[in-house]
């Protein structure tokens, strides 16, 4: 599937590396797997407070001190509770368990950081606007185990804040490309559609715990997806079914929207009406009744997971925003790949691996791998120049990034 780079041009200031990249394009490839698990997904849960505690310790961090302290609370484990839905309301009867670990500074001079009380708050506002019919207050424990941070890391943290530059707290990589196929953005924008404000003011009763897997053969699409349908919002088998065709024809609107090829939209195909069963919760999300969830285990920072595609294991939600390079270069990655398609014609797909050494400043990593397929008539070399200079204003901006993240511009899953 590769062949033997033959030309790479490196610029030795921040070892950005490009190179052409032979493989067969993910919308030429016979079969291609996309999914993404949505907000209401118990794994997207703990990715959505580990994410919030973190911003929030940031933005209180800057309040109190001027800067943001040494963090990661990229560790939330979400245990499943126990729910009795039925038609036109059911009830929790065992709340879901929600624990927070990670590490932060909670001493400063002798003074003591509520570091607990900001990140129970933020995990019960986020849990607020992103479950709607989740009653924080009855559904849901929350217990902060967070702790103070590893001696090594503060260490590295600290000598940071003496440079312009953050130093990375980690040896780690980061990837993103571009552009999304047509299977990526429709299973995307579906999940988006589903959970966006104007689908719910029209059908409530669709929870926001949706699952969307999506398998292209060749030129068809099969879109399956899993959505909790809230029980007090339908109140017979017959509405259900409504809400279930409501979904089949909005998605099937968007797909054909977005591409010509065959699209088969599946809604809820665990559901057997002989047998009473139907995907119906209290709550909007399958957290109420035994579903659990972690940190790093839903989407990429680019929103999916794709096994098509080079992707990063790392957790980004969470991690600190000022010097931990595995929700940085993640993002970066990303918004270089993503520049790399819109400012420079000719580029099928790009690939970029960013890798990072611990207590190296951050804007010079340890390499900016770019890789560049491009389209039938063009060569690399029509565009290293451009990618290469594009790869390094964001790294020589890198800082940007953080600003970014606390004004909410990016997400992390």
């Known amino acids: 599937m590769y062949k033997k780079v033959h030309k790479v041009m490196i610029m030795k200031d921040r070892n950005i590396v490009v190179e052409e990249l032979y493989k067969t394009p993910v919308e030429m490839q016979k079969v291609e797997l996309v999914e993404r698990k949505g907000i209401g997904h118990p794994d997207s849960i703990a990715d959505g407070i580990a994410e919030a505690v973190s911003r929030a310790l940031s933005r209180e961090y800057i309040k109190r001190y001027g800067i943001i302290l040494h963090h990661n609370t990229d560790q939330v484990e979400v245990v499943g509770g126990r729910a009795y839905p039925r038609f036109g309301g059911g009830e929790v009867i065992r709340p879901i368990y929600i624990l927070l670990s990670g590490r932060a500074v909670e001493f400063i001079d002798?003074?003591?950081?509520?570091?607990?009380?900001?990140?129970?708050?933020?995990?019960?506002?986020?849990?607020?606007?992103?479950?709607?019919?989740?009653?924080?207050?009855?559904?849901?424990?929350?217990?902060?185990?967070?702790?103070?941070?590893?001696?090594?890391?503060?260490?590295?943290?600290?000598?940071?804040?003496?440079t312009p530059i953050p130093l990375a707290n980690d040896t780690s990589f980061g990837v993103g490309f571009a552009p999304l196929s047509e299977t990526e953005r429709i299973v995307l924008q579906t999940e988006k559609l589903l959970n966006s404000k104007e689908f719910k003011k029209k059908m409530p009763a669709v929870g926001e715990d949706i699952k969307v897997m999506g398998l292209r053969k060749g030129d068809e699409i099969d879109l399956t997806i899993a959505a909790a349908i809230v029980d007090s919002e339908?109140?017979?088998?017959?509405?259900?079914?409504?809400?279930?065709?409501?979904?089949y024809e909005e998605v099937k609107e968007l797909a054909e929207s977005i591409t010509q090829r065959k699209v088969n939209i599946y809604v809820n195909t665990a559901d057997d009406p002989n047998k009473d069963i139907y995907y119906i919760t209290v709550t909007g999300t399958s957290a109420e009744a035994g579903d659990d969830g972690s940190v790093g285990r839903g989407n990429r920072v680019n929103g999916l997971i794709t096994p098509n595609r080079f992707m990063s294991m790392e957790a980004a939600a969470g991690k600190n925003p000022v010097s931990h390079v595995g929700k940085i270069y993640n993002l970066l990655a990303n918004l270089i790949a993503n520049d790399i398609v819109k400012q420079i014609d000719g580029v099928e797909e790009v690939y970029v691996r960013i890798l990072s050494q611990i207590g190296k400043p951050i804007d010079e990593p340890l390499v900016a791998s770019i890789q560049i397929l491009p389209k039938k008539g063009y060569s690399v070399g029509q565009f290293e120049k451009g990618a290469q200079e594009i790869a390094d204003e964001w790294l020589a901006n890198i800082t940007k990034i953080q600003k970014m993240i606390l004004e909410d511009k990016l997400n992390v899953f």
Do not use: C, T
Request: aromatic share 6%; charged share 30%.
């Open 110 to 162: 002798r003074e003591m950081f509520p570091v607990h009380e900001v990140a129970i708050k933020a995990a019960k506002d986020y849990l607020r606007k992103a479950v709607s019919h989740l009653d924080v207050d009855n559904h849901i424990i929350i217990d902060s185990r967070i702790g103070q941070g590893s001696v090594d890391l503060v260490s590295v943290f600290n000598k940071a804040k003496e």
């Open 234 to 247: 339908v109140q017979d088998p017959k509405e259900y079914m409504e809400v279930k065709q409501g979904i």
